[in-house]
């Protein structure tokens, strides 16, 4: 089979192209990606003897018709992902997000290619935090920022092209990773680096705000999970019931580094912050038979520290211009 992974120089897309030749030998990768801040072609030195690395945007027309054309699977996860980056510039969200995502729709249109579209619990807005709701495939869409509604619009767009025009899709949402190669501008990296350079973890606001925890791995196994048997024109939502509020984590870290349980700051918070997203995903599980491997999320959060102090040639280049980005905006 050959597959196509737009934004597979990325968090999770590297780890699901790394999952990917592990577990399947027959699959032949190739990686569309535009090499942003957020892509690094060194995610992919593990795997570069089975992978093909084409570096383009997938707002490229002519590219992405020649590559799609040569596929028979298209695993989307190219996106502009960072909530702070869109409140700072919400342009490139809307170009790659929605354009790129158009763009890719129209080649797997045109060429009969199954296309399985990567998305995020955001779409649905938050919940409060006091009670115990959680998103369905069936909760309206509500997003609250300019990266989760570019990437309501990208899911939306994906629903039409199969309705009106037969596209083989399926569509994911699942709620936030953690684990190796996560760009360090993002919550648990930003902390453990932090931690390793002996500085204190930053949280924004009171630190209440919950998030539903799930380690990469289990992610990308719930997607090969879809390809395989999901219903072509479903929504899976995908999640390993981790709610764990900010706070949660960054004692947890502090504990796993040894430093004192009250050694952090809070800052400023972000505006419009959601306060907690929490994910049912029963049906995966009922339907699809997926469990997710990485329960304990102590545990998980420890191998991940372990990974970011073994990797430190992989993240420090960036730490620097990350963190004074944040100092601007007093975070
Ligand atoms: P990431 O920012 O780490 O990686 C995104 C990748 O896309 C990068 O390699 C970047 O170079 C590439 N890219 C950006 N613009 C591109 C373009 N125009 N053309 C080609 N490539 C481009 O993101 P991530 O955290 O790995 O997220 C991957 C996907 O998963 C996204 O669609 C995101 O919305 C979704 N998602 C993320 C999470 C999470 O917790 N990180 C949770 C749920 C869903
Ligand atoms: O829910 C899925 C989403 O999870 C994905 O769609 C996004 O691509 C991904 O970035 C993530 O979005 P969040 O905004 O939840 O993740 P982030 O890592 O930016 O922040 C997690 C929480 O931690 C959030 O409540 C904000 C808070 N935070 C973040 C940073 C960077 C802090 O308290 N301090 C920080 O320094």
């Known amino acids: 089979m050959r597959v196509l992974v737009t934004g597979g120089a990325g968090f999770i897309g590297a780890n699901f192209v790394h999952q990917t030749v592990r577990?399947?030998?027959?699959?032949?990768?190739?990686?569309?990606?535009?090499?942003?801040?957020?892509g690094d072609r060194t995610s992919l030195d593990p795997v570069a003897d089975r992978v093909e690395l084409v570096e383009g945007s997938i707002t490229d027309a002519p590219l992405v018709d020649r590559l799609v054309g040569e596929a028979d699977l298209v695993v989307h996860f190219a996106a502009e992902s960072h909530n702070d980056n869109s409140l700072n510039d919400p342009s490139p969200f809307v170009q790659t997000n929605l354009i790129g995502t158009f763009t890719l729709l129209e080649a797997v249109r045109r060429h009969g290619v199954r296309f399985h579209h990567i998305s995020t619990d955001e779409v649905y807005g938050d919940l409060p935090l006091d009670t115990p709701d959680r998103f369905?495939?069936?909760?309206?869409?509500?997003?609250?920022?300019?990266?989760?509604?570019?990437?309501?619009?990208?899911?939306?767009?994906?629903?039409?092209?199969?309705?009106?025009?037969?596209?083989?899709?399926?569509?994911?949402?699942?709620?936030?990773?953690?684990?190796?190669?996560?760009?360090?501008e993002k919550f648990i990296p930003r902390q453990v680096t932090n931690l390793i350079d002996g500085v204190r973890p930053r949280l924004y606001g009171a630190g209440l705000n919950v998030r539903d925890w799930i380690h990469v791995e289990d992610h990308n196994s719930a997607v090969w999970a879809i390809i395989d048997k999901g219903t072509i024109g479903e929504t899976y939502l995908i999640?390993?019931?981790?709610?764990?509020?900010?706070?949660?984590?960054?004692?947890?870290?502090?504990?796993?580094?040894g430093r004192d349980a009250d050694d952090y700051d809070h800052v400023t918070d972000r505006p419009g912050h959601d306060l907690r997203y929490a994910i049912d995903a029963s049906?995966?599980?009922?339907?699809?038979g997926w469990a997710p491997r990485y329960t304990d999320f102590r545990?998980?959060?420890?191998?991940t520290v372990g990974w970011y102090r073994e990797n430190e040639p992989w993240w420090r280049p960036a730490k620097a211009l990350t963190e004074a980005k944040y100092a601007a905006s007093g975070q």
């Open 239 to 257: 999640g390993a019931d981790g709610e764990t509020n900010n706070l949660d984590v960054v004692r947890t870290l502090l504990e796993i580094f």
């Open 23 to 38: 577990e399947r030998p027959d699959a032949q990768v190739t990686v569309l990606d535009a090499l942003t801040y957020a």
């Open 136 to 184: 369905t495939a069936d909760t309206p869409y509500n997003p609250s920022s300019p990266y989760s509604s570019t990437k309501a619009g990208s899911d939306l767009l994906v629903r039409a092209w199969v309705r009106s025009f037969g596209v083989q899709a399926t569509i994911s949402n699942c709620s936030n990773n953690y684990g190796p190669y996560q760009h360090i």
């Open 299 to 303: 545990e998980g959060l420890a191998a």
């Open 283 to 288: 049906r995966l599980r009922s339907e699809l």
